[in-house]
């Protein structure tokens, strides 16, 4: 989740202002609306922490509307401004996990996707849109550039989402070598 981070913020130190609305990999995206998806990420992860530890019911979202809403009021925001958020929000991610009792990361809390995980879920799912995230910015960073371990586990999660997903004889044949044409796949993240 660190080097993830670190990555991602990074890369997104090296754009200049102006660069912040050209865009991604994400259709529809500039780089503006990933960076204040990757702010509003870190504190609805953050309030999962809080679930975990506290009890507390505290979803990742009110509704798939507040997601939306977030992403496109911060995508307006200035460039320096949006450094600023996702910097501090990261630091702020760092320390609720520091500071998450040893016993809480067993305690279940439910995804923005309604998944009940336990808490240490939270660090995958950190790691997984950091880097990813990173690589969707095109701004010099691709999954060569991740750590082969990390590659393998992302090609894992999204096999996993795309063969439960109803892809799964389609994931199957091509991973296994019975055809080589890649099934087509609509986006997991």
């Given at each position: 989740?660190?080097?993830?981070?670190?990555?991602?913020?990074?890369?997104?130190?090296?754009?200049?202002?102006?660069?912040?609305?050209?865009?991604?990999?994400?259709?529809?995206?500039?780089?503006?609306?990933?960076?204040?998806?990757?702010?509003?990420?870190?504190?609805?992860?953050?309030?999962?922490?809080?679930?975990?530890?506290?009890?507390?019911?505290?979803?990742?979202?009110?509704?798939?509307?507040?997601?939306?809403?977030?992403?496109?009021?911060?995508?307006?925001?200035?460039?320096?401004?949006?450094?600023?958020?996702?910097?501090?929000?990261?630091?702020?991610?760092?320390s609720a996990v520091d500071g998450l009792?040893?016993?809480?990361?067993?305690?279940?809390?439910?995804?923005?996707?309604?998944?009940?995980?336990?808490?240490?879920?939270?660090l995958w799912m950190r790691t997984r849109?950091?880097?990813?995230?990173?690589?969707?910015?095109?701004?010099?960073?691709?999954?060569?550039?991740?750590?082969?371990?990390?590659?393998?586990?992302?090609?894992?999660?999204?096999?996993?989402?795309?063969?439960?997903?109803?892809?799964?004889?389609?994931?199957?044949?091509?991973?296994?070598?019975?055809?080589?044409?890649?099934?087509?796949?609509?986006?997991?993240?």
């Amino acid at each position: 989740m660190d080097d993830g981070t670190g990555r991602f913020l990074a890369a997104v130190n090296a754009l200049p202002d102006s660069g912040f609305g050209a865009p991604t990999a994400l259709p529809g995206w500039t780089r503006a609306h990933l960076v204040a998806h990757v702010h509003h990420n870190a504190e609805a992860l953050m309030r999962l922490l809080h679930w975990a530890r506290t009890g507390e019911r505290t979803p990742m979202y009110a509704s798939a509307g507040q997601r939306r809403a977030e992403i496109e009021e911060g995508a307006l925001l200035p460039a320096p401004r949006l450094r600023t958020l996702v910097h501090d929000s990261a630091v702020e991610l760092a320390s609720a996990v520091d500071g998450l009792p040893d016993g809480a990361w067993d305690n279940e809390v439910v995804t923005a996707q309604g998944r009940t995980v336990p808490a240490r879920e939270v660090l995958w799912m950190r790691t997984r849109e950091v880097a990813v995230h990173a690589v969707d910015l095109e701004a010099g960073t691709g999954f060569a550039d991740l750590p082969a371990g990390l590659n393998a586990a992302l090609a894992a999660d999204a096999a996993r989402k795309h063969a439960n997903g109803g892809d799964g004889a389609a994931v199957a044949a091509w991973l296994t070598g019975r055809t080589a044409e890649a099934p087509r796949l609509g986006p997991w993240l």
